[in-house]
């Protein structure tokens, strides 16, 4: 199993982190411990991630604000960033892909996190109010001017890919995905049998297979590890596009999400995964 992806001439590790929960409430405002947020970031670059993901919807501006603050100049560390959603206010979140729009968010985005290009951007959420082909023009656009390296979609069907690649190469896709919630799996495949980078949002297991004393921390005690670990830690053997980004607002649980990448399991434990996983599927 390899550690790292590559899209558009840029390697990555394949487990990242996602720069959301460095923000307030609600997704909303400053962080409450603003050196604890830096500290975050610093400490994660220190652990080997290479590859951060956030947005200009996170704070909004904050999260590109920190991220800027703490690491730039960047050096050997890729920030992905997004934009297509408005914000109004805390957990208040609505499409917008309006072509001159989603140019103005690039150009923010650039500003703030001080960069030339950025690495990899990706369209937040597919206006439906707006023509798709317009928004993936935009983006055909700003990957030709070059404002950006590469270029990503979020929360998207196999359709929606394809559409899109027809007017812009697409780099990564970003969805839902974890091992209890499974709904992303025909993307995953698409995505696999085209080297498209996948990058599982929500990537730690939540609902009835992680609950205390579930089938998931028994699971994770017969591994050694803790169920956060043991989720990472299958998304990363699942499959070689796949790029967890574990988000945080703590140094510690930083530190135990970046652990998983060293955990190795076994043939039973991730057969006995892919069957949970499945039975819950069918019980949502």
């Not at 299958?234 to 607002?249: K, N, Y």
């Amino acid at each position: 199993m390899t550690s790292t992806f590559t899209y558009a001439g840029q390697t990555v590790k394949r487990l990242g982190f996602g720069a959301m929960r460095i923000t307030g409430p609600g997704i909303w405002g400053p962080p409450r411990d603003h050196s604890e947020a830096i500290a975050v970031l610093r400490r994660a670059v220190e652990l080997g991630v290479d590859f951060i993901d956030t947005a200009d919807s996170y704070g909004p501006a904050i999260s590109e604000e920190l991220i800027a603050e703490a690491l730039h100049p960047y050096g050997h560390v890729h920030v992905a960033t997004k934009a297509g959603l408005l914000r109004t206010g805390p957990d208040q979140w609505t499409p917008c892909g309006r072509p001159a729009y989603l140019r103005q968010q690039c150009e923010l985005s650039l500003r703030r996190l001080g960069q030339d290009s950025l690495d990899l951007f990706q369209l937040h959420r597919i206006d439906a109010t707006v023509p798709a082909d317009e928004q993936f023009g935009l983006l055909g656009e700003l990957l030709a001017e070059g404002k950006v390296r590469a270029v990503g979609l979020s929360e998207v069907g196999v359709a929606d890919i394809e559409a899109a690649r027809a007017v812009v190469p697409i780099s990564t896709v970003q969805n839902l995905y974890n091992v209890s919630r499974r709904d992303s799996e025909p993307v995953l495949e698409y995505c696999e049998k085209n080297g498209i980078g996948f990058i599982p949002w929500f990537p730690v297991a939540a609902g009835q297979l992680a609950r205390p004393g579930g089938e998931l921390d028994q699971l994770a005690a017969r591994a050694g590890c803790t169920v956060a670990q043991l989720s990472i830690a299958w998304l990363l053997a699942r499959s070689e596009v796949m790029i967890p980004i574990p988000g945080t607002s703590s140094v510690a649980h930083l530190e135990e999400n970046c652990a998983a990448a060293e955990i190795h399991l076994d043939s039973e434990i991730l057969a006995e995964m892919d069957r949970l996983s499945s039975v819950e599927s069918v019980g949502e």
